[in-house]
């Protein structure tokens, strides 16, 4: 807590939303503010007075236009609840301690009443025509029935909704009017509007939403800086905080907070492995996290890392590296390997094959290496890329190991069905594809992982021949010594946690299977199928992951706006996913309580206009002060690399500096962002603009000629086209742009 002449100063969770759409000027004069009000909150220039008919809100000086309003908990602890114009009314604030949470709540409601008025439906306008006399009664229009009509005042308030919006909560009648109360409401309040509004019974939004957030003792109403302390009350205390809202337009600490709700699912004890699933901003990353720190937690103490927490790629892992050392500092990073599973299988491969330095390529270059096979080898009747597919989705993915192997191989998602003949040629093209391989000095990523899933597979196959010998010797601990070596033959992990199930492979899953022992608390995944962009279709319990009873489901975003969200939803239309274990998955009940500007949709005639349009859009947020923010809170992804250079070469020429994210990031320090759709996966932006959605570009050309001749891989890879946009989508925080040249994606027909 960070104190400045012996004062104490915070601020509040819904404060700091406001601060966000505060002009520039405004946010360096909230700075200044601070720091004098640390300093003495009674010099004179602060015209800090206490407001009329209220002992504890107070009003301060920011600048002469802007007051904060501080709720004084005693004489050197304060706490900003918001900041205003100082023309705004302030006499219909309501600010106590919630007696369900004992957290502080602060709610002003003229601009929540202002909020629900604004999507009342309109009247129809009238006419000069004579008036019709009024219908009889039982003709006439029913009133549309309260949404919360089926609940006590006292119940909602035992489900923690905030007692002075109770009587607004009555009134409501729409969807939308439900949602612009949210939007200013406490949290708590929110979650618990929304799940009964998609149809919970009253004791399962006790039990789930409100009961992990209750306060453990008895709520004292009056006792306002105890309240301060409780978890239900989010705070900020820091300058660095401050600084990183006001410059940044962002809060740190929401890449790594917890909302209490979901606290339940860090904590609790699995029989097995368990499986978090949620739309895009919901929360998983951070649930991963903090089960990462509570597994940490319950560790004897030691120097080794027993905890594994990997993801898909090296960017997201860079990122969860930063975010837990962010959480947990030092301390738990030592006890924590934090590594990608490509990198992850390629080490188990060098440790077994320590001479071995082939080349590992990637699926195109794979890709290449088959087509250049088949022309030498005269085969017309196999497709390169479904040659491909099937080599690393099956073969591959499934750690075949013999042709009879391959013969019984289940191929679900695969479309297309081969009979015996074909599976025996198949077979027989793929050993001639790895003995090419092997020949080159090359290897593909799929092989590493195949690689890398056999010798866990067996590693773990003589750990448990150990400890049945083990069980018959009397428990001797001299037989666990590895063959060859006076080490120790255990498991490489107790615990693992894995970001962004979704995309691993079958090969991966069976290498982390066999990396842990089969026991409590030993799998831990989060993902979401709807964002799953490349060709990695598994069924856990098919690899020996069973997580059924072991689900869970987040829907509540705290970073997409309801607008963009909606369009994100759009964008997926129909189509159905999985769940990782082979049963359908959707979006049901996935809401944001955020709200803000509708997405910008921008057609143009050709792509150099189209560049010409991104850049005076960035040029016209440049030249407005209240709009304006750091270019790298500025995304621009586009479907091609040639894309990208093109459109990054024109920002140049308009000056404005484009920073390509590569493999390992953006390649400087500020800058538009800019570069393909799969690049921005995981990663987020205050402002998104998505370039190039034009037909035959999103999706490719070379898709929709799939159509006829392959009608399943064209239903997969259409799909996937969906998933890709969605991602892309869902990068956007506060405001979305969508440019295209010709004619629009066919995904963005559903798009007001």
């Excluded at 009314?89 to 369900?100: E, F, K, Q």
């Excluded at 979650?191 to 453990?216: I, N």
């Excluded at 993801?311 to 924590?336: C, H």
């Excluded at 666990?480 to 992990?493: C, E, F, K, M, N």
Aim: charged fraction near 30%; glycine fraction near 8%; include cysteine.
């Amino acid at each position: 807590m960070t104190r400045t002449g012996g004062v104490t100063l915070r601020l509040l969770d819904k404060a700091d939303k406001e601060i966000l759409r505060l002009p520039r000027t405004v946010k360096g004069a909230l700075f200044d503010f601070q720091h004098k009000f640390k300093e003495n909150p009674r010099t004179p220039g602060l015209k800090l007075k206490q407001l009329k008919g209220d002992s504890r809100i107070w009003s301060a000086r920011i600048n002469d236009e802007y007051r904060a309003l501080l709720l004084k908990l005693a004489e050197d602890d304060w706490l900003i609840v918001s900041v205003k114009h100082r023309k705004e009314v302030y006499d219909r604030l309501a600010y106590g301690i919630n007696t369900v949470t004992g957290g502080i709540e602060y709610v002003d409601l003229q601009v929540v009443e202002d909020s629900v008025l604004r999507r009342i439906p309109p009247q129809q306008p009238s006419t000069a025509t004579p008036a019709v006399p009024a219908p009889p009664a039982e003709a006439r229009p029913l009133a549309p029935e309260p949404l919360f009509a089926a609940w006590t005042d006292g119940q909602l308030m035992e489900l923690g909704v905030a007692e002075p919006l109770v009587p607004v909560i009555r009134s409501l009648t729409t969807d939308e009017q439900l949602l612009g109360l949210i939007e200013y409401a406490p949290q708590l309040t929110g979650e618990v509007l929304l799940a009964l509004y998609d149809g919970k019974p009253f004791e399962e939004v006790r039990d789930e939403v409100t009961a992990p957030v209750a306060a453990p003792e008895p709520v004292d109403t009056e006792d306002f800086q105890t309240a301060a302390e409780r978890p239900a009350t989010v705070v900020t205390t820091s300058d660095d905080a401050l600084r990183e809202a006001l410059e940044a337009g962002d809060f740190g600490r929401w890449k790594v907070f917890l909302h209490p709700a979901q606290s339940k699912l860090v904590e609790r004890r699995y029989s097995g492995p368990a499986r978090v699933g949620g739309g895009p901003g919901t929360g998983k990353t951070i649930v991963a996290l903090h089960r990462v720190r509570h597994l940490v937690s319950q560790l004897p103490p030691g120097h080794n890392k027993p905890v594994l927490l990997t993801t898909y790629n090296k960017n997201l892992a860079a990122d969860l590296r930063s975010r837990l050392l962010e959480l947990g500092g030092e301390q738990l990073l030592s006890r924590v390997e934090v590594s990608h599973v490509d990198q992850l299988a390629l080490r188990v491969v060098r440790e077994a094959e320590p001479g071995s330095r082939k080349q590992t390529i990637d699926d195109s270059q794979a890709v290449r290496e088959w087509r250049a096979m088949l022309d030498e080898l005269g085969e017309s009747g196999w497709d390169a890329e479904f040659l491909h597919d099937e080599w690393t989705q099956v073969i591959l993915g499934q750690a075949v190991g013999t042709r009879t192997d391959y013969f019984r191989a289940r191929r679900a998602g695969r479309g297309k069905n081969i009979g015996r003949a074909d599976r025996a040629a198949i077979w027989q093209l793929a050993e001639r594809f790895t003995q090419r391989l092997d020949r080159l000095g090359r290897q593909t990523w799929d092989q590493v992982a195949e690689r890398a899933a056999r010798l866990e597979i067996g590693r773990e196959q003589r750990i448990r021949a150990i400890e049945r010998q083990r069980e018959e010797a009397s428990g001797l601990d001299n037989i666990h010594l590895q063959d060859g070596s006076g080490g120790w033959l255990r498991y490489r992990y107790r615990h693992i946690v894995v970001d962004e199930a979704q995309d691993l492979r079958p090969a991966h899953w069976k290498m982390l299977r066999a990396m842990t022992a089969r026991d409590s608390d030993d799998l831990f995944l989060v993902g979401d199928t709807h964002q799953r962009i490349y060709k990695n279709q598994v069924t856990l319990g098919s690899l020996g992951i069973n997580i059924r009873g072991r689900s869970a489901k987040l829907s509540l975003s705290y970073r997409t706006t309801r607008q963009i969200l909606r369009s994100a939803l759009e964008v997926l239309g129909e189509e159905t996913y999985d769940d990782l274990d082979g049963n359908s998955e959707t979006l049901a009940g996935y809401r944001s309580v955020l709200s803000g500007s509708a997405p910008g949709m921008h057609p143009c005639t050709d792509w150099q206009t189209e560049r010409e349009a991104i850049a005076a859009r960035i040029l016209a947020w440049d030249a407005h002060p209240d709009e304006r923010i750091a270019h790298e809170q500025i995304a621009i992804c586009v479907p091609t690399n040639l894309m990208a250079r093109e459109l990054g070469n024109t920002l140049g020429e308009h000056g404005i500096r484009a920073l390509e994210i590569g493999a390992d990031g953006a390649r400087g320090e500020s800058g538009v962002h800019i570069g393909t759709m799969f690049r921005f996966k995981g990663l987020e932006y205050q402002r998104m603009i998505i370039a190039g959605v034009s037909d035959g570009l999103v999706p490719r050309e070379q898709v929709n000629q799939l159509r006829q001749v392959d009608p399943a891989r064209y239903r997969r890879e259409l799909q996937r086209a969906r998933s890709l946009l969605f991602v892309a989508v869902t990068r956007a925080r506060d405001s979305l742009d969508i440019f295209w040249h010709g004619a629009p994606s066919p995904f963005l027909h559903r798009l007001p």
